[in-house]
């Protein structure tokens, strides 16, 4: 039954609204992590773990939006999921430039080789991941929990690079158990968690500044993260590292760009994934 406006709302209603961002955490990491773990621990693949991952995480930040900020905030959230804000350019950008920085990133490493399946099948495979399974199937609805509920909040509250900042911290703790997929020896384990370490910052703020500029499009933010992701797949770099330095590149050019551009390094969010009362608090917040 709704509740009226001469009764106080419910105690889960005001702690959604008072403290959003750690109720999601505690939803989002006490589930998945849990299941993800086991699954490594019974030698069992960890993908549909991953799935069940996006699933709470896309669950949790619908349910606290709705308890917090009702429906107009839930249609606020999702309407990034569509919002497009980019342009040909941007949409080139995202879809191009982490695949062909990585391959450069092979050739001057010398571990650029033919593909197996050619060059023309290269592509076709990179497409598929970027937007059907990446793209459709995971990074928008992953996008839409990190980008829209968390990182949106994060960065009216403290800004970019703050917000950006914040946010990777906890996208490294959840990434944590895939450090141990495939039964990697412990030394193996601890690379990977030192790349995941090293990553997450620099993408976490890679997507806040694509957020910004896209005018909150979360739909802009899945697609750079579905191609991240399958940039990491690419057979003519075998090894799979070669994306990470890529990202990297592509972070500092983007700052140089927006620097160019006059655009602020550490300032900034996405006004239309806030609530306008966040708004105002957020552009009150001094330079």
Same mark, same amino acid.
């Given at each position: ?6 009764r106080?709302?419910?105690p889960?209603?005001?702690?959604a &609204? ?6 999601? %955490? ?30 709470v ?5 619908? %349910? ?6 009702? &429906? ?5 959230? +999702? ?23 990585? %391959? ?16 023309l099948?290269?592509?076709g495979?990179?497409? +598929?991941?970027? #937007? ?39 996208? #490294? ?12 020896? *412990? ?5 990977? *968690?030192?790349? $995941? ?8 703020? *890679?997507?806040?500044?694509?957020? $910004? ?34 990202? $990297? ?16 390094f ?8 806030v ?13």
């Open positions: 039954m709704p509740e009226t406006n001469d106080p709302p419910s889960i209603r005001v702690l &609204r008072r403290r959003p961002i750690a109720m999601f %955490l505690v939803i989002a990491l006490g589930l998945s992590l849990p299941v993800t773990t086991a699954l490594l621990v019974a030698g069992q693949d960890v993908s549909p773990g991953i799935l069940f991952m996006v699933i995480l896309l669950c949790a930040a619908t %349910l606290i939006t709705g308890l917090s900020e009702g &429906r107009p905030g839930v249609r606020r959230l +999702f309407a990034g999921t569509i919002r497009w804000r980019m342009g040909l350019a941007r949409f080139v950008v995202l879809v191009a430039a982490m695949p062909l920085l990585t %391959l450069l990133v092979g050739a001057l490493t010398g571990t650029l080789q033919s593909p197996s399946e050619g060059w099948g290269l592509l495979s990179y497409l +598929f991941r970027t #937007f059907i399974f990446g793209l459709l199937i995971v990074n928008l609805w992953e996008e839409t929990a990190w980008g829209g509920f968390v990182q949106s909040r994060l960065m009216a509250w403290h800004g970019l690079l703050i917000g950006s900042l914040l946010t990777a911290i906890a996208f #490294f703790v959840i990434h944590i158990p895939l450090a141990f997929a495939g039964q990697p020896t *412990l030394q193996e384990a601890a690379v990977e *968690l030192g790349l $995941i370490a090293l990553v997450a910052p620099f993408f976490r703020y *890679l997507l806040g500044t694509q957020l $910004i500029d896209s005018g909150g499009s979360i739909l802009a933010i899945g697609l750079l993260h579905a191609s991240f992701n399958a940039s990491g797949q690419l057979s003519a770099v075998p090894g799979g590292w070669q994306y990470i330095p890529a990202m $990297i590149l592509l972070t500092l050019a983007v700052v140089g760009y927006r620097r160019l551009r006059g655009r602020s550490s300032r900034g969010f996405a006004p239309s994934l609530e306008p009362t966040e708004q105002v608090q957020a552009r009150a917040v001094p330079e």
